[in-house]
């Protein structure tokens, strides 16, 4: 006669709660992740008195339910009680326990550009208290430091439209539903700007310039004549190869320290040959190897404009 209940059965089945903390800077964006994760399926709740987090989790847990939904806890420096020591300690605490699977999401632009928002919306900082607003965003972003380095995810939104960081909150989330590495590669020009949430960029400026070939300008890296040119320049071969095996080298490494989220960015002038043909190239080899990465082409739609190109006939 076994020992096991039908009670202790159904709770040996059920999977950690999943809890995301959301955190940042005021005005970096903190609302626009809440609001996507609850169109991903998420329980949300911003805002949240952190000294009541021990007690929230213990009522999700009681409920004993194999339908949980994942939990986002959104806090912020306007929240009671909000002491950042004492929100590592609790941290501590939860990531400890078997029965929880806790991250930590953190929020942070520059203060700039936190200026230019605040300005725009003629909204008042939380921290001014009558003073400039950078001071009171400096004293914020003080504040909230130790915060920033512990956590496990942190999204600059210095230079991210809002549709920006809903498509980054969404490459987190939405295909991450067992805590499986999200992967996306990436390509990029960097005449209009380095990617600012990529982990690795690779720049493929060394290699032959399409543009400047009659018949290929107009094409584009996904163009079979396009990806024969700069396969047939000596330098791409080894260059992709020492990459390809550097990042089956570095990859399950990421994977077995529970890193989430990994970007990997090729780079070209105007991203619209090199880097698109180097970009669909890893993937798929990164596919062969297992991975399921999600491409995607930041600037392929941009017009191949000369005044971008020009003086750049020597790989740059």
Known sequence: MTSDSPSESSSSAIEPQRILLVTGLSGAGKSTALDVLEDLGWETIDNFPVRLLNRLVATSHQALDHQRRPLAIG???????????DIIDMLKSLTGRDDLSVSFMFIDCADAELERRYNETRRRHPMTHGRPLLEGIGAERELLEPLRRWADIVIDTSELSANDLQGHVRDLFEHNETGAMTLTVSSFGFARGMPPLADLVFDMRFLDN????????????QDA????????????????????????????????????YVHIAFGCTGGRHR??????????????????????????????????ERGKRQGN
């Open 210 to 221: 399409p543009h400047w070939i009659d018949g290929l300008r107009e094409l584009t890296g």
């Open 225 to 260: 004549p396009v990806g024969e040119h700069i396969q047939k320049d000596p330098a791409f071969s080894a260059a992709f190869n020492q990459i390809h095996d550097l990042l089956l080298t570095l990859l399950p490494r990421y994977q077995a320290q529970g890193k989430s």
């Open 275 to 308: 880097s698109v043909f180097t970009a669909e190239s890893m993937a798929q080899g990164l596919r062969d190897a297992g991975f399921s990465p999600t491409v995607r082409h930041r600037n392929l739609g941009s017009r191949a404009a000369d005044e971008i």
């Open 75 to 85: 806090f912020d420096s306007r929240t009671r009680g909000f002491v950042p020591s």
